[in-house]
């Protein structure tokens, strides 16, 4: 894996073993495993800061964004051919749900002078529910996932995975539909978000390369 700066003041990005390769690509739930383990180390890296930067909140933000839409287009249609599986993508949907609405708290303590204050709380919060959010996945998702899967097809949509990142919003979206898809609102969204970061100076580490997005 290419090694990804670190922007001054925030919260390093993490340089997390590469998942091996097959035939096809990647296996699809080695790379949302690796990716798990990077929110979970720059949450943590922001919440030990003294002093979070924004820039370091918004490429938080912007990596589960990314993560959670990729996981939803890529895993969540298979939990339709599983037993048990539409109920398990219910619970799935609450609680990104409840960690969209602890990103718009977060982004909100960002914008707002006043509100800054409010931050290590809300680093918490958001801590408490996207640890919730991934165990959950662990434990249940991923495991059903490779189960009914053929490796073949894991791997293609591990190669997949990292395609569309480049789709993806940066900001978090409480309003749109779940379930919309990168191939109809998604994509809309995204270019709408990308084009307001390029407008406001909001630089992200662009997670192909490991450097900023220009």
């Known amino acids: 894996m290419n090694e990804r700066r670190t922007v001054a003041g925030a919260a390093p990005s993490v340089d997390a073993p590469a ?3 097959g035939r096809h690509g990647p296996d699809v739930v080695a790379v949302m495993h690796v990716e798990h383990e990077q929110l979970r180390s720059a949450l943590r890296a922001l919440r030990v800061a003294p002093t979070p930067t924004r820039r370091g909140v918004d490429q938080l933000i912007a990596d589960v964004v990314a993560h959670e839409t990729v996981e939803e287009e890529l895993l969540h249609p ?6 048990a ?3 398990l993508r219910r619970d799935l949907l609450a609680e990104e749900r409840a960690l969209t609405s602890r990103l718009v708290g977060l982004r909100r303590s960002l914008r707002w002078y006043r509100r800054r ?3 290590p709380a809300e680093l918490q919060a958001l801590g408490e529910a996207l640890e919730r959010h991934l165990h959950h996945e662990e434990a249940l998702v991923f495991p059903a996932v490779e189960g009914h899967e053929p490796e073949t097809a894991l791997q293609i949509r591990g190669t ?3 395609r569309a990142r480049r789709f993806t919003p940066t900001r978090p979206h409480p309003h749109v539909p779940q379930g919309a898809g990168l191939l109809f609102v998604t994509p809309f969204v995204a270019l709408l978000d990308r084009s307001l970061d390029r407008l406001v100076g909001r630089r992200l580490l662009d997670p192909r390369r490991g450097r900023a997005r220009r």
């Open 117 to 119: 204050r409010h931050l």
């Open 78 to 83: 298979l939990l339709h051919q599983l037993e």
């Open 85 to 87: 599986g539409r109920s």
């Open 160 to 162: 997949w995975a990292a």
């Open 19 to 21: 998942p091996p390769f």
